[in-house]
């Protein structure tokens, strides 16, 4: 693991925080987090919070030739997010629409970006990277998988 400025991470952490925030004042028709099971909860918490740091700090998740089709797919995993977010704000915001699917992916705006996280994970062979998505995914896709069925 190598530290340091990790541009690739700031990218793929904009291209996820931006439709986020406009969620923000956009969501869903109906929706409320009141009832969300707490151990997800807190497992998506602690996953955001781990992702971004990893995002930040470890430079081994910079382009480099090694695995760079990892980086490609990773990438165009969260252009299709963004592709999934274009969609859902210009949708008229009901529930399905938060929980669709894209190309086949379920549950698309909680299953893309943590799969290109663990990606980018994979792509750098850093470890509390691949660590962080995958306590990400369980609490985030956790979530959104009760949301959707209830």
Known sequence: MRFGICYTGIVFLVMLFIPNIIWTKNQPQDYSAA???????????????????????????????????LLCIAFALMVLYEIWWMRYFCSERKLSDFYSSIMGIPL????????SFLLLGLYGMNLPMIISAIILGIGHIGIHAEHARA
Not at 47 to 58: A, D, E, K, W
Not at 108 to 115: I, K, N, R, T, W
Request: net charge negative; charged share 20%.
């Open 108 to 115: 698309a705006g909680a299953v893309l970006p943590v799969v």
């Open 35 to 69: 009832d969300e099971n707490k151990l997800l909860l807190l497992l998506e918490r602690a996953g955001q919070v781990l992702v971004t740091v990893c995002s930040l700090i470890f430079a081994d998740m910079n382009i480099h030739r090694e695995r760079a089709a």
